[in-house]
């Protein structure tokens, strides 16, 4: 497992943070996608870079995508008082919703939301599927990580 460190990452100055709302990638089980991946991907959808601000491998290594003081492109009438992570994985092999965690991206995933949460005090954790008709992230983030 992975340890994750925020200590290098500055805290939003300018927006008032209040949830963390967690996604997946909707990509098949054991399929690794990488911060460049999604930025790419993103941008091919007309967004100016990677929408999360975190994403969670496979071994659960933390990579960074959009910095923290830059509102995401991550769930619609949210973005500007949310900070989004994202792990990858999300689906089975026919593309069905599946909690395709692994253990390590558990622990991160734990790691990186008690970590935003204290630099956050006052956000809630939630899941995407709370402000949009998707199964995204594939299980029950409020309930998981405490709203």
């Known amino acids: 497992m992975k340890n994750v460190n925020l200590q290098n990452v500055a805290p939003s100055a300018r927006r008032s943070i209040s949830e963390i709302i967690v996604h997946c990638s909707a990509t098949p089980q054991g399929r690794e996608v990488t911060v460049a991946d999604i930025d790419r991907s993103h941008r ?10 975190y994403l969670v491998g496979l071994d659960g290594t933390v990579g960074f995508g959009r910095d923290e003081r830059i509102a995401g492109a991550h769930c619609s009438g949210h973005n500007s008082r949310s ?47 709370e402000f949009a008709a998707k199964a995204c992230p594939c299980f029950d983030a409020a309930a998981e990580y405490g709203a």
């Open 83 to 129: 900070v989004g992570v994202c792990y990858v994985g999300g689906v089975d092999a026919r593309m069905q919703p599946k909690d395709t965690r692994t253990a390590e991206q558990r622990e991160s995933l734990r790691q990186l939301i008690t970590l935003l949460r204290q630099r956050y005090p006052q956000a809630t954790v939630h899941g995407h599927r």
């Open 44 to 53: 091919q959808r007309g967004f100016n870079g990677i929408g999360y601000h």
